[in-house]
């Protein structure tokens, strides 16, 4: 084992599309959506201890004071049980810069980070496959954090096709501070006509015009059930939509995050100054840049 220390970024994901058809037997809904990472996230940092542990600090990690297990220890336990060796012997601290219940994957990037941080410290033999199998054990967006690249996703969102063909897009993610439990989004999803788990077709992507125009023939099923639940997170889609240069404006999985294409990284920026608020977190990102 290499005594060193290793810091990662998690990064926050953001649904660019996301379609979803009606509840299965399961419990689970079918999917297809368009993922892509921002090149901000959470920072998992993992040294050599004699026990596994986790520390949660950073600017949101008041917000899981008191939990007693979380995903990435969930997964870390996993990771373990497939290498034989039991818990992993690494302490971890986990920077939480993302906000809380964001719709943001979180949880699922610090856990993908984790892991794939974790195998390389302790020099684990497992391949990219075993890695993958192991990230399942945190939920069905396990294997496409620990990716973490531009990629379609299909099923209940672990059948993963990686989609190079978008070109990177800057972007601005806002949230309002106001939490969108998952749960209580898709019940009211359930709760009136539901989509179509389909999946467009695919054009050139020549242009950013031509990438606008056919994200925004797209939608998010679960934005009119998270509004349902949280109405007040409409004023994010609302100012972010007013804002000079954007084009496209949409929440990202099931809320509350709002994000916004731009053409240029300057008019992201601009746009971040016009947003800014005390009570609001707001950043420009390049999507699929990493």
């Known amino acids: 084992m290499t005594e060193t220390t290793l810091t990662v970024l998690a990064p926050a994901k953001i649904n660019l599309f996301l379609h979803v058809g009606a509840v299965r037997e399961d419990g689970y809904h079918p999917l297809e959506s368009l993922v892509a990472f921002a090149d901000v996230g959470d920072r998992v940092t993992v040294e050599p201890s004699d026990h596994l542990s986790l520390t949660v600090g950073g600017p949101f990690g008041a917000a899981l004071a008191g939990e007693g297990d979380n995903l990435v220890l969930k997964g870390l336990r996993a990771l373990g049980a497939a290498a034989g060796i039991g818990d992993p012997p690494v302490s971890v601290f986990l920077d939480k810069r993302l906000p809380i219940a964001a719709g943001l994957g979180g949880g699922s990037s610090d856990a993908g980070a984790a892991i794939r941080a974790t195998a390389q410290l302790l020099n684990l033999s497992l391949d990219e ?20 690249r531009t990629a379609y996703a299909s099923g209940v969102g672990e059948v993963l096709e990686d989609m190079p063909r978008l070109p990177p897009l800057h972007a601005v993610l806002l949230n309002t501070g106001l939490p969108s439990p998952t749960g209580d989004v898709y019940r009211a999803y359930d709760s009136a006509p539901v989509g179509q788990a389909d999946r467009p077709a695919e054009p050139d992507f020549a242009s950013f015009d031509t990438v606008i125009d056919w994200l925004s023939a797209q939608r998010n099923d679960l934005e009119a059930p998270a509004l349902a639940v949280t109405p007040d997170i409409a004023e994010g889609l609302e100012v972010m939509r007013l804002v000079p240069g954007c084009r496209l404006a949409r929440m990202s999985g099931s809320g509350a995050t709002v994000f916004g294409l731009f053409e240029t990284r300057e008019e992201a920026i601009g746009a971040t100054l016009m947003l800014d608020r005390v009570d609001w977190w707001v950043r420009p990102v390049v999507l699929g840049a990493l």
Not at 131 to 140: D, I, P, Y
């Open 129 to 148: 496959a075993a890695l993958e199998e192991v990230s399942r054990a945190v939920g069905a967006d396990g294997p496409m954090c620990l990716r973490a």
